[in-house]
């Protein structure tokens, strides 16, 4: 199932590239010999039953699905005819040339934002702006944030804020704006008394200097989904079933201090195991039909990538409370382009901070992380599905924008250098760039993979 979301996500997707350059180079009067999506051996291949004017495309769909190509009639490749040299491509305008180029990327990008126009439009269940208690120490709970607060607005100012509608919209507001340099101020419900008040977070200096690996609510110590301090699955031989705990048992206390929710409850007990050997602890649970009791836990010290941490063998926590989220028709369409835009914006910053060396090259996900992507969206729902291809449809536009030889930026980039000089540049320049840029996107692909690989642990 997996394998046929991703090979119809990526066809999708490459189509309407190449549908892009086909229908722009149609409208700029030039003839289009072959729309390819894959490449290799042939599956199918029609013609037009009513071609445009001039027009006698072959249509075909090969063996290999990961591309496409639209190919144009050029004197620089075959000899054309005298009646056709007017549609070639080396024939016309710098400017419908640029168009033509730009139009893949382009129809990328417009995807995006029918597909996330879509999404608003379907609505979808999304998690409750309901904070989960901050990391001990943290800005957070500095402040007085406590596990349960809800949400209500947000903004860099009490004069800027507004309206909260989930949590996943909470986390993305935050990653769009300069929260390390700015105030972040939270209208919030309290959980223990249902007051309304202000907080204003300010991430302190330190924490603003070298966050390369910090992003949004994390800064703060926010972030996590709130959820009762409540056991769920126990595992055979743990620690949990020897202390005799039960799914359903609430954690009340441990050694006297009050557990607010589950993420007090994991910070609490993985903390046990990073100061030596754990001590026994006394926990107060309430169990169903049984009322609150005493219970003796040791929890085990376990090596956890980088240091010690303590561990119970249990499921710690419920699924979040979540709210339906809609909008109309005109609003959907206003957030599906500003949506657009900030992934547009992410997406760039990202390809930055990894090219000057401040974000770390395994950020890059190949063709296995965006088919395991590609199955787990489709299995949780329809929209959750078409959000993460319009995200894909983003990632492919940017990424053919991107100034290397071989890609749709690169093409640009020799177009811009016409523009500057007046002539093309020389042929053997760009036999040896496009050389170059097969090289690079090749090397790009074998890293991404090995990602993967390492990613799905498939490689250690």
Excluded at 115 to 123: N, P, S
Excluded at 137 to 148: C, I, K, M, T, W
Aim: hydrophobic letters at 50%.
């Amino acid at each position: 199932m997996t394998v046929l979301v991703f090979l119809g996500t990526l066809g999708l997707l490459v189509a309407v590239h190449e549908w892009g350059h086909y229908r722009m180079a149609v409208a700029c009067g030039v003839k289009v010999l072959t729309f390819s999506v894959g490449f290799g051996r042939p599956l199918l291949r029609w013609r037009a039953r009513r071609p445009f004017p001039g027009q006698s495309t072959e249509f075909m769909i090969c063996l290999i699905p990961l591309g496409g190509y639209v190919k144009m009639l050029d004197e620089n490749e075959e000899v054309v005819a005298p009646g056709d040299v007017s549609m070639a491509l080396n024939r016309q305008s710098l400017w419908r040339r640029a168009a033509i180029v730009s139009a893949g990327p382009s129809a990328n990008l417009l995807l995006a934002v029918v597909l996330y126009a879509a999404t608003f439009w379907l609505g979808q269940y999304e998690s409750k702006p309901l904070l989960a208690s901050p990391a001990l120490g943290s800005v957070a709970e500095s402040v007085g944030l406590r596990g349960g607060d809800l949400v209500l607005r947000v903004g860099l100012s009490e004069a800027t804020l507004h309206e909260v509608e989930s949590m996943e919209a909470l986390r993305w507001w935050a990653l769009q704006e300069d929260t390390l340099h700015e105030p972040l101020v939270l209208e919030v419900e309290s959980a223990h008394n249902h007051r309304i008040h202000t907080v204003s977070l300010l991430a302190p200096a330190s924490i603003a200097e070298n966050a390369q690996d910090l992003s949004g609510l994390s800064v703060y110590g926010l972030g996590q989904l709130w959820s009762p301090a409540v056991i769920g699955n126990v595992q055979e031989g743990s620690a949990a079933q020897r202390a005799g705990l039960q799914r359903g048992d609430v954690v009340l206390h441990i050694d006297g201090h009050r557990m607010e929710d589950a993420a007090m409850l994991r910070a609490w007990v993985r903390a046990a195991g990073e100061r030596g050997p754990v001590p026994l602890q006394v926990w107060a649970i309430r169990r169903p039909h049984q009322g609150e009791l005493m219970v003796e836990v040791t929890p085990e010290r376990v090596w956890d990538k980088d240091r010690y941490v303590g561990r119970i063998g249990a499921y710690v926590g419920e699924p979040p409370a979540r709210v339906w989220v809609q909008a109309g028709f005109i609003d959907g369409v206003s957030r599906a382009f500003v949506r657009t835009s900030e992934v547009i914006g992410l997406t760039l910053d990202m390809v930055g901070r990894m090219v000057v060396g401040s974000a770390s090259l395994d950020n890059l996900s190949g063709p296995l992380s965006m088919a395991d992507y590609a199955g787990r969206s489709a299995s949780i729902g329809l929209s959750a599905y078409l959000s993460y291809l319009a995200l894909i449809s983003i990632s492919l536009g940017v990424l053919n924008l991107m100034p290397l030889p071989v890609l749709d930026g690169g093409h640009l980039l020799y177009y811009l250098y016409e523009a500057l000089t007046g002539r093309p540049p020389a042929a053997q320049w760009l036999d040896v760039l496009q050389r170059l840029g097969l090289l690079m996107l090749v090397a790009l692909m074998f890293f991404s993979l090995f990602n993967d690989l390492v990613r799905l642990g498939w490689l250690s």
